[in-house]
């Protein structure tokens, strides 16, 4: 949603110019090398939804399912 995406980078640059760290989630269609180059200090790779389907696959996984 272009809005959505006007709105973000406008929270972007006003938390730049006020001197604090921009962090966030990884974005699915947004690589990570994009979001440093426009300036986030910090880059949270995974969320509890992604741990939880990734050791409930392991769990799976590791007695044959």
């Known amino acids: 949603d272009p809005e959505v995406k006007a709105l973000v980078r406008r929270a972007e640059e ?14 699915p269609n947004t690589p990570d090398k994009e979001l440093f180059a426009r300036g986030y200090h910090m880059i949270i790779a995974g969320g509890d ?17």
Do not use: D
């Not at 001197?19 to 974005?27: E, N, T």
């Not at 939804?49 to 399912?65: E, F, H, K, P, Q």
């Open 14 to 27: 006003r938390i730049l110019q006020s001197g604090k760290w921009l962090a966030s989630v990884s974005y």
């Open 49 to 65: 939804l992604g741990l939880l389907v990734s050791g409930a696959r392991n769990i799976l996984a590791s007695v044959g399912r």
